[in-house]
T-cell receptor
Framework: DVKVTQSSRYLVKRTGEKVFLECVQD?????MFWYRQDPGLGLRLIYFSYDVKMKEKGDIPEGYSVSREKKERFSLILESASTNQTSMYLC????????????FGPGTRLLVL | AQKVTQAQTEISVVEKEDVTLDCVYE???????LFWYKQPPSGELVFLIR??????QNEISGRYSWNFQKSTSSFNFTITASQVVDSAVYFCALSELGGATNKLIFGTGTLLAVQP
């Protein structure tokens, strides 16, 4: 079974804090993704990575950065958290290729006060 | 531009009713993939089905069935004899080709509430 885990299910941070969200997959997938989910907007892609140390911006990268030092781990960083970054964050991974299925982690609900 | 539309924001049914969730997509690609995911209250997106653009056969898996029609750019999902455990948000997604990876474009989701 594919296993994608995220470091926290719930997180509360203050405005201006630096926030790290961690994602780990155990299926040797090349691709990893970070999405945010907001009511009425569906899932929107923040960043993705197709290899170690490789990253590409998604649709809404502003205010975020990512790090992929190891194949199994993909981190999302909020350099200075703001209240409009309160959201559900979902990590996914997959093999390379348009036909490949993305498998998702349980999500992290982040509240920025 | 590629786009996925799930016009039904919320649907409420009573247990044992059949329900169809609509998905309409737009793409210029001739080869593409469509997906359905289920998101129960726990939050994790669960993969349900993947269909490629060359395979228009309908698919049935237990109480679930999918109707793919290229002529209307639709990939609808039907649950037969719905159960309370089917209550979830359902997302339809389109795989965007090109580049080094398989980016997905998601619809906004349909919240299905099955009442006992």
């Amino acid at each position: 079974d594919v296993k994608v885990t995220q470091s926290s299910r719930y997180l509360v941070k203050r405005t201006g804090e630096k926030v790290f969200l961690e994602c780990v997959q155990d299926m040797d997938h090349e691709n990893m993704f970070w999405y945010r989910q907001d009511p009425g907007l569906g899932l929107r892609l923040i960043y993705f990575s197709y290899d170690v140390k490789m990253k590409e911006k998604g649709d809404i990268p502003e205010g975020y950065s990512v790090s992929r030092e190891k194949k199994e781990r993909f981190s999302l960083i909020l350099e200075s958290a703001s209240t409009n970054q309160t959201s559900m964050y979902l990590c996914a991974s997959s093999f390379r290729g348009a036909q490949e299925t993305q498998y998702f982690g349980p999500g992290t609900r982040l509240l920025v006060l | 531009a590629q786009k996925v539309t799930q016009a039904q924001t919320e649907i409420s049914v009573v247990e044992k009713e059949d329900v169809t969730l609509d998905c309409v997509y737009e793409t210029r690609d001739t080869t593409y993939y469509l997906f359905w995911y289920k998101q129960p209250p726990s939050g994790e997106l669960v993969f349900l089905i993947r269909r490629n653009s060359f395979d228009e056969q309908n698919e049935i898996s237990g109480r679930y069935s999918w109707n793919f029609q290229k002529s209307t750019s639709s990939f609808n999902f039907t649950i037969t004899a719905s159960q309370v455990v089917d209550s979830a948000v359902y997302f339809c997604a389109l795989s965007e080709l090109g580049g080094a990876t398989n980016k997905l474009i998601f619809g906004t989701g349909t919240l299905l509430a099955v009442q006992p």
